[in-house]
């Protein structure tokens, strides 16, 4: 069964780190783009980055550029979101995703992890 599974959210203060994995099993999403979007209380889901895995094309939302980094390991089997100075806005669940098509909106993903939450104290 393919599935998408998120690990290494949790409590951070104000201006630390994190970094964030998501595990593809099954072997099914070698070939789809995977993306990382976040939903905090009361706001809409809202993107936060993506990487092809065949051509590695990246983007980020305007506003995480320098502080968030997306990259994937050699075996093409876990894509990460490195995450510095984080704020406590940055407070959301954050899902991995998967598309056939490389999109930064998401609605073009069919394939979501359950979430990771990651929590920014002040």
């Known amino acids: 069964q393919a599935q998408l599974v998120e690990s290494g959210g949790g409590l951070v203060q104000a201006g630390g780190s994190l970094r964030l994995s998501c595990a593809a099993s099954g072997g099914t999403f070698s070939r789809y783009t995977l993306g990382w979007f976040r939903q905090a209380p009361g706001k809409e889901r809202e993107f936060v980055a993506c990487v092809s895995w065949s051509g590695g094309i990246i983007s980020y939302a305007d506003a995480l550029k320098g502080r968030f980094t997306i990259s994937r390991d050699n075996a093409k089997s876990t894509v990460y979101l490195q995450m510095n100075s984080l704020k406590p806005e940055d407070t959301a669940v954050y899902y991995c995703?998967?598309?056939?098509?490389?999109?930064?909106?998401?609605?073009?993903?069919?394939?979501w992890g359950q979430g990771t939450q990651v929590t920014v104290s002040s």
């Open positions: 995703a998967a598309s056939k098509t490389y999109s930064t909106n998401w609605y073009a993903y069919d394939y």
